[in-house]
C-alpha cells in the first residue's frame, strides 16, 4: 500500500505547521542568541530593538512566570540564557512583532553585556576537566583482563566519528494561541508532543490539563525533534500568553542550523584480542560522548552506544565505558540510531585495525564473529532468532562476494589513478526504548454511527509511514476499505502520557494499542451478533460480518448501527505496553529489547586518487524485515536510512571552530546526499524470516537500522584509499570527506 | 512605483507589494499558496521552486527557478506556475509517478521536485534521456527517500514523455495529463502583459541568486535597478570565432549553446558542475563576475578563456581584460554605475581547454578548489596557455607565471611538474570551512596536472605526474 499521504504531498496540500491558517491578529516571533560560547552574562539590553518598527515585545527570562528549564532527562537547560551563556546559539530571549521580517531587523540591535569565558568543544578536554553530564556507564561481561593472555592478537586503536546535522527540510517551529479560560493551544512540529505539552506547562506555571498540543506531521524528524522540537513551542507559548495573540515561531534554517543539537560527535579508544582463528575474544572501548552544553537525551543516548557496542558480533569478554562530556556546543541529540551508530563504528574500526595488522580482510573476521542464537549481548540479553549469519550468508553468496573481490583487485591491479574499495557491513539493533517505562502507547478508536473510523494514537507521522500502517491495521480489523478510516492528527487531549515516536518503535507500539482497541470493538461486535443471531464465528472481511458457520453475513454498516441502537459502545481506548522486557542498572543487565533487527550490506566505491574525490557504485543489502507489512513504506526507509547513513560518512562534515562557531551554518557549507551523490545502484533483497511477535504483525520496526549500513561507505573508501597507498598509517575520522581521504592518499608512511 | 503585472497560475496578478520581495514570500503569504514550501532562502534546497514562463519568439519558455532568491520584479510580464497551477481533476503524470514509486515520504521537498519534473516535461525534446529527467532535479534535496524512488519516477516520466508532440508541445502535454488545459492560452494572455519600466538607478540586479543570499534582511532597503525587467538582446552572440555573452546571460544559456559545444570538448559535463538546474536557470554571468567569489566557476572558466569585459555607464563604455578586473577581496576596477554589459572572448581553432573542480559534493556545491586552463598547441608545443585557479586567493586568480611558464614549452612530465611548482609560488590560499590552505595548495597542483592528463592523454599517465 503506498502512503496515505502521497496524493496530498504531491499536491502541496499536506499542511505543515507554518501552512496552517493563520487567526487573525498573529505575531510572529525571532529568538536571539549571542555571538559568544561560554560567557558570563551581566545584561540584556532590549530597549532599541523593543522600539523598532512593528515590535510588539521583546522576552528575556524574567518574563517567564514559571521555570526557566527546559531539561527532560536532567534540569540542566534553561529556555533563556540567564547569568551564563553556555554555547553560541544558546536562546537569550524572544521578539515579537507584526513580521518575521520587522523581528528580524528588531533583532540586530539587541546588546548584551558579558564576560566570555574559556570554551571547551573536545569531550576529552571536557573529562579532563571533569565536566560530565552524567556519572560515566560501564558495560561488562566475561573478564577482559584474564582474557588479553589468551589472545594471540591484541590491538589497540582511537576512532572518531563526527556529528550529524539533522537537516529536516522543514525547520523547527510552532503557532499558539491561548484559549478562552487561559489555557493554551499550540500545533507544535515535534516527535514527542507531550514533552512540550509538560514543559510548556512548567515553563508558563500550568497544570498540563491546560496546555493542548496538536501535531498534524512533520517535514522529516530523524531524532532532531524528539526533544528539540520542545524549546521553540515553549517560546510560542510563552508569547501568546504575554501578547495575548496569536504567536508563530519558524525558524530560519541558519538560526536552526546554529541553535540546535546534532548527532553526537564521539572520539574512542579500543582494545580488542583475537584468536588465531579470528574469533574475538576480548574488546574493551572507552567512549567519549560530545554531549553539548545540556543534558537533552544524552545519557539515554549514551546508553544505546553501550548496547550496541558489540554490533553483531558475540564477544565473550567485553568492558565498555561512556563519558558523556559537557561542551560548549549546542546540546546534542537524537538522530537517527541514536548513539548505536557511534558505538558500531568503533567495533568496525577495531575489526579494520586488527584485519590489517593481521593480514587477512576485515569481512573474514566479521564473518568469524557473528552471534548466534544462544549467545548473550553484554548487557545479559539471551540472542533468540539470530538472523545474523542467516542474513550474512545470503548477502555475501546471493551477492557473490567472491566475484566483487575478484573484480575490485582486477580493477586495482590494472588502474593507477582509480581505486575500487567494497565493505560488507553487517548490523544488529535492538528494537524498544532502552528505558523501559517508555515501553507503551495508546490508541483512541471512534466508530461513527455510518460505519466511518476515525483513529488516534501517539504516533506522529514524519514521512516514515506509521500513519499508514496505522490505517493498514485497523482497515484490516474492522474488514473496511482504508477510505472508510481516517489517522487523526497526534493530540494531547485525546491520546496523554504519551512516549515521542522514535527508537523505531511508533509503528509496533501504537498499531499495538491500536489492535486491541480494534479487538476490543470487534469483540463487543461478535457478542451482540451471538446473542442476536446465534452466529459463532465471525469474520470482518469486505466490509461485512461474515458467520462462517452459517455463511449469513451483515453490512458493516448495517451492523454498526444495530450495535448503536442496542446502547453498545463505538468507542475504544486501548493501552499497551511491551511485555517480557526490562533492564537493571544498578546491574547493567537485563532484557532490554522486544527484539532485534539484523541485515548486511555490500558496498562498492570507487576513488579518482588524483582528487580524493568518489561515487559508490553499488550496495546490495539483504535486510531482515520480519514478514512486512509495507513493502513500499518499508522499502523507502532502507534506501532513506541507507543514504543518510552514507552522508553521516562521507561528505556531511560539522565544523565549529576552536571558539565554538558553527562554521558549517548553512546549505551552503553543510552538503548532505544530493540525487548525483548517492549509489548508483541500491539493491535491497527480503530476508525470509517469519518475524517476532513482539513486532507489529510481525513486521519488523525498520525506521533506524538501515541509516547503519552506511558505515560499510566507509570502510569502503578506506579500502581503496590503502590499495592507492597501502603503506600509509591512516587514522578513523568520520566523515571520511575528499579532503581527508586526499590527505591519506598522499600521506607518507611512517619510517 | 508602477505595479507588478505577472499570470500566476491561472491568475491575472497586479500588486503594488514591494518589487524586491521574493517570489517565496509573495506566493506564500499575499496569494496564500502554500504548497511552495520554505527550506532554505538560498536557493540549496529547492522545496520553493517554481516555474516561471518567458514569452519569446517560440512560444513561452518555462524554466524551474528557486523562488526564494527570486525578485518579485522578475516575474513581470511572465507566467508563474507552483504546484497549485499544475492541478488537474486528478493527478497529472508527474504526480503519479511520484506516488507510484513512492518517490515522497515526509512531502515536504515534494511539491519541488513535482514542478521541477513538470518543467521538464513542459521543455522536453526528443534527444533527452531518463539522464535529463534525473538532471532536472539536480536542485531538489530530499532528506528521506535516498532518491532511488525518486530516480524511478523519472524513468517512468520519460517512457511517458516518449511520444511527445514537440511541434505542437503544450496541446500534447495538456491531452496527456502533464499540464491543465489553461496553459494553452498563457501565450496570447502574456502578450497582453506589457513589461513595466522600472528605476534605472540602485544596485543592479539580476537572477538575484547572490544578493539575496548575502542581503536577506536588507533588501527592501536598497534601492535596485533590476537588470531582467527589460526586453534583451540574445544572451550570447557568435561572430565568427568570437562569442559575446550578454550581462544577464544565464549559465543555462551557457550550457545550452551550441558553438560552445561543438568547439569545447566537455563543455557540457563542465557546466553541470555549476550550481544547479533552477539556479543556472536565473543566474548570470554579470552576477557571477561582480561578486567576485574567489572560487566563481564561471570567473575561473572565463579568466582561462582570457575574456574581456564591457563596462557600461552613463558616461560611456571601458572595455578591459577580465584578468585586471579583480583588485583585492571583493575589489573591483569598477565605478558603482557601471554595469557589465558585455563578456567576450574568442575561441581560435584547435583551442584544447579543462576545467576541474572539487567539492565535498561534487554537484550544487561550492568549490573547494577550481582550476581551468585554455591551451593553443601544435602537437606537443604549447604556442599559448591561459590558466586559473579559485579557492587558492582573496580573488578568483589568473595564474599569471603559470600561464608565462608554459607558453613555448613542449608538452613534459617534467615540465608539468615544474609548472605545479610555479604555480605554488603565484597562490596564497587559506584555510577555512571549505579546506585547510595545505589541503588547497597540494589539491590545486594535482588538479593541475589533471588539466594535462585530460588535454594529453597520448603523451601523459598519472603514476609519472604525482
Redesign the interface.
Known amino acids: 500500500m503506498i502512503n496515505i499521504d502521497a496524493l496530498n504531498h504531491v499536491q502541496g496540500k499536506s499542511i505543515y505547521m507554518d501552512d496552517r491558517e493563520e487567526l487573525k491578529g498573529t505575531l510572529y516571533a525571532v529568538p536571539f542568541d549571542f555571538p559568544v560560547a561560554h560567557a558570563r552574562l551581566h545584561q540584556i539590553v532590549t530597549d532599541e530593538a523593543q522600539n523598532c518598527p512593528g515590535i510588539v515585545k521583546v522576552l528575556t527570562a524574567a518574563d517567564i512566570p514559571g521555570e526557566n528549564q527546559i531539561g527532560g532527562i536532567i534540569p540542566d537547560e534553561p529556555l533563556f540564557a540567564e547569568h551564563e551563556v553556555h554555547f553560541w546559539g544558546q536562546v537569550g530571549g524572544l521578539v515579537i512583532g507584526t513580521s518575521e521580517h520587522a523581528c528580524r531587523l528588531a533583532r540586530k540591535k539587541i546588546r548584551a553585556n558579558y564576560d566570555p569565558l574559556p570554551a571547551v568543544t573536545d569531550p576529552r578536554v571536557a573529562k579532563s576537566k571533569d565536566m560530565l553530564i552524567s556519572p560515566p556507564r560501564t558495560f561488562r561481561c566475561g573478564d577482559t583482563a584474564q582474557a588479553w593472555s589468551s589472545c594471540d592478537h591484541i590491538i589497540t586503536g582511537r576512532a572518531d566519528s563526527n556529528g550529524q546535522e539533522h537537516l529536516y527540510i522543514e525547520t523547527q517551529g510552532a503557532y499558539a494561541w491561548i484559549k478562552e479560560d487561559g489555557s493554551v493551544y499550540v500545533a507544535s512540529s515535534t516527535q514527542g508532543p507531550t514533552a512540550v505539552q509538560k514543559t510548556i506547562a512548567k515553563v508558563l506555571g500550568l497544570p498540563m490539563h491546560k496546555v493542548e498540543i496538536d501535531t498534524v506531521r512533520l517535514g522529516g524528524g530523524f531524532g532532531g525533534k524528539e526533544d528539540q522540537a520542545t524549546p521553540w513551542a515553549v517560546m510560542a507559548a510563552l508569547a501568546a500568553k504575554v501578547t495575548g495573540r496569536p504567536v508563530k515561531l519558524a525558524l530560519h534554517r541558519m538560526d536552526d542550523m546554529r541553535m540546535t543539537g546534532k548527532r553526537h560527535p564521539y572520539s574512542t579508544d579500543f582494545r580488542i584480542g583475537l584468536s588465531k582463528d579470528l574469533k574475538i575474544l576480548a574488546y574493551e572501548a572507552t567512549f567519549f560522548q560530545n554531549a553539548g552544553a545540556a543534558a537533552d537525551l544524552s545519557p539515554a543516548i549514551l546508553e544505546r552506544t553501550l548496547f550496541h557496542c558489540t554490533n553483531a558480533y558475540y564477544i565473550p569478554n567485553v568492558s565498555a565505558t561512556a563519558w558523556s562530556c559537557k561542551t560548549n556546543l549546542p546540546p546534542n541529540t537524537a538522530f537517527r540510531g541514536f548513539g548505536g551508530p557511534q558505538g558500531k563504528f568503533a567495533i568496525e574500526c577495531a575489526i579494520a585495525t586488527a584485519a590489517r595488522v593481521i593480514g587477512v580482510k576485515p569481512h573474514e573476521i566479521q564473518s568469524a564473529n557473528l552471534v548466534k542464537d544462544g549467545d548473550t549481548f553484554p548487557y545479559g540479553q539471551i540472542i533468540k532468532n539470530a538472523e545474523a549469519r542467516h542474513s550474512w550468508e545470503t548477502c555475501t553468496s546471493g551477492f557473490g562476494l567472491d566475484e566483487v573481490i575478484h573484480e575490485v583487485d582486477a580493477f586495482n591491479r590494472s588502474n593507477f589513478r582509480f581505486k575500487k574499495g567494497y565493505a560488507v557491513q553487517p548490523i544488529c539493533f535492538g528494537i524498544s526504548f532502552t528505558n523501559t517505562m517508555m515501553n507503551h502507547a495508546r490508541a483512541l478508536v471512534h466508530v461513527y454511527q455510518d460505519g466511518s473510523v476515525v483513529v488516534s494514537t501517539a504516533a506522529v507521522e514524519m514521512g516514515q509511514g506509521v500513519n499508514t500502517k496505522l490505517l493498514q491495521i485497523a482497515s484490516d480489523i474492522f474488514g473496511v476499505d482504508p477510505s472508510r478510516v481516517r489517522i487523526e492528527s497526534t493530540n494531547t487531549l485525546r491520546i496523554a502520557n504519551t512516549s515521542p515516536t522514535a527508537a523505531s518503535a511508533g509503528a509496533d507500539l501504537n498499531g499495538k494499542a491500536l489492535t486491541l482497541a480494534c479487538e476490543a470493538i470487534t469483540a463487543r461486535f461478535k457478542d451482540l451478533l451471538r446473542e442476536e443471531l446465534g452466529w459463532t464465528d465471525v469474520i470482518f472481511r469486505h466490509g461485512k460480518a461474515t458467520d462462517r458457520v452459517s455463511k449469513n453475513f451483515i453490512m458493516w454498516e448495517e451492523l454498526v448501527l444495530k450495535a448503536f441502537q442496542k446502547r453498545i459502545s463505538l468507542s475504544e481506548h486501548a493501552h499497551y505496553y511491551t511485555p517480557e522486557i526490562f533492564f537493571d542498572k544498578t546491574k547493567e543487565k537485563g532484557h532490554p529489547f522486544a527484539y532485534h533487527v539484523y541485515g548486511t550490506a555490500i558496498v562498492e566505491v570507487t576513488l579518482d586518487c588524483l582528487k580524493g574525490t568518489y561515487e559508490f557504485d553499488r550496495v546490495r543489502i539483504v535486510h531482515d524485515f520480519g514478514n512486512s507489512m509495507n513493502h513500499d513504506v518499508d522499502l523507502g526507509q532502507v534506501e532513506g536510512g541507507l543514504v543518510q547513513g552514507i552522508g553521516w560518512m562521507t561528505m556531511e562534515e560539522i565544523v565549529y571552530n576552536d571558539d565554538g562557531k558553527l562554521l558549517s551554518n548553512a546549505l551552503s557549507t553543510y552538503k548532505v546526499p544530493d540525487i548525483y551523490s548517492v549509489p548508483k545502484v541500491i539493491e535491497v533483497k527480503h530476508l525470509e524470516t517469519s518475524g517476532p511477535d513482539l513486532a507489529i504483525r510481525k513486521s519488523k520496526a525498520v525506521g533506524e537500522p538501515p541509516l547503519m549500513y552506511g558505515l560499510g561507505a566507509y570502510f569502503a573508501l578506506r579500502h581503496a584509499v590503502l590499495a592507492f597507498n597501502p603503506e600509509a598509517e591512516i587514522s578513523f575520522d568520520a566523515p571520511y570527506t575528499p579532503e581527508k581521504i586526499f590527505r591519506d592518499l598522499y600521506k607518507k608512511p611512517v619510517t | 512605483m508602477p505595479g507588478t503585472r505577472f499570470i500566476l497560475n491561472n491568475n491575472l496578478e497586479e500588486t503594488g507589494i514591494h518589487p524586491s520581495t521574493t517570489l517565496l514570500d509573495y506566493i506564500r503569504y499575499e496569494a496564500n ?10 536557493g ?2 529547492g ?1 520553493c521552486t517554481v516555474l516561471i514562463g518567458e514569452p519569446g519568439d517560440n512560444g513561452v519558455r518555462y524554466i524551474s527557478a528557486t523562488s526564494c532568491l527570486t525578485p518579485l520584479a522578475n516575474a513581470a510580464g511572465r507566467h508563474v506556475v ?3 497551477g499544475l ?1 488537474l481533476s486528478g ?1 497529472n503524470k ?3 509517478a ?3 514509486n ?1 518517490g ?8 519541488g521536485f ?1 514542478v521541477s519534473l513538470c518543467g521538464f516535461a513542459i521543455q522536453a525534446t526528443k534527444i533527452d534521456g531518463p539522464e535529463d529527467v ?1 538532471g532536472s ?2 536542485g ?12 524511478r519516477a523519472c524513468h517512468d516520466i520519460w517512457n511517458s514523455l516518449q511520444h511527445k508532440d514537440t511541434h505542437k508541445p503544450l496541446e500534447w502535454l495538456a491531452e496527456n495529463g502533464f499540464i491543465p488545459p489553461y496553459f494553452l492560452k498563457i501565450p496570447d494572455r502574456l502578450k497582453q502583459i506589457q513589461p513595466q519600466a522600472r528605476q534605472e538607478n540602485g544596485l543592479p540586479i539580476a537572477g538575484g541568486t547572490d544578493l539575496y ?1 548575502q542581503k536577506h ?1 536588507d533588501i ?1 532597503d536598497i534601492p535596485l535597478h533590476y537588470l531582467k525587467t527589460r526586453p534583451t538582446d540574445p544572451p550570447i552572440i557568435v561572430e565568427g570565432r568570437k562569442v559575446h555573452f550578454s550581462g544577464i546571460c544565464t549559465v543555462t544559456d551557457m550550457l545550452e549553446n551550441r558553438f560552445l559545444s561543438e568547439n569545447i570538448a566537455g563543455w557540457y559535463g563542465f557546466m553541470k558542475l555549476v550550481s544547479s538546474t533552477p539556479i543556472r536557470n536565473i543566474a548570470t554571468v554579470g552576477g557571477n563576475l561582480v561578486n567576485a567569489s574567489p572560487i566563481g566557476d564561471l570567473t575561473i572558466i572565463l579568466l582561462a578563456l582570457d575574456a574581456t569585459i564591457e563596462l557600461t555607464s552613463p558616461s560611456g563604455i571601458r572595455i578591459l581584460h577580465l584578468k585586471e578586473f579583480y583588485k583585492g577581496y571583493k575589489t573591483l576596477d569598477k565605478q558603482p554605475d557601471e554595469i557589465i554589459s558585455k563578456v567576450s572572448f574568442d575561441l581560435p581553432e584547435g583551442t584544447r581547454f579543462n576545467f ?1 573542480k ?9 568549490a ?1 578548489v577550481n582550476t581551468a586552463i585554455s591551451i593553443q598547441k601544435q602537437g606537443k608545443k604549447i604556442i599559448s596557455a591561459h590558466c586559473s585557479a579559485g579557492g587558492i586567493g582573496p580573488v578568483p586568480t589568473y595564474l599569471h607565471a603559470t600561464s608565462e611558464f608554459l607558453s613555448g614549452k613542449e608538452v613534459s612530465v617534467r615540465v608539468i611538474r615544474e609548472a605545479a611548482e610555479v604555480i605554488e609560488s603565484e597562490i596564497s590560499p587559506i584555510s ?5 590552505a595545505e ?1 588547497k595548495r ?2 590545486l597542483k ?2 593541475f ?2 588539466h594535462f ?1 585530460s588535454l594529453f592523454p597520448e603523451i601523459l ?3 609519472e605526474l ?1
Request: charged content about 30%; glycine content about 8%; overall charge negative.
Open positions: 499558496l502554500k504548497g511552495t514550501k520554505i527550506g532554505c532562502r538560498e540549496d534546497c522545496a507552483t504546484v497549485e492541478e493527478m508527474v504526480q503519479s511520484m506516488v507510484e513512492s515522497t515520504q515526509c512531502g515536504f521537498c515534494t511539491p513535482v534525473i532535479v539536480d531538489n534535496i530530499c532528506r528521506c527517500t535516498g532518491y532511488k524512488s525518486i530516480e543570499v534582511d527592501d576541474e572539487v567539492c565535498k559534493r561534487t554537484y550544487l556545491d561550492i573547494s577555512d570551512v571549505r579546506g585547510s589541503y597540494d589539491l594535482n588538479l596536472k589533471g592528463l599517465t598519472m603514476e604525482v
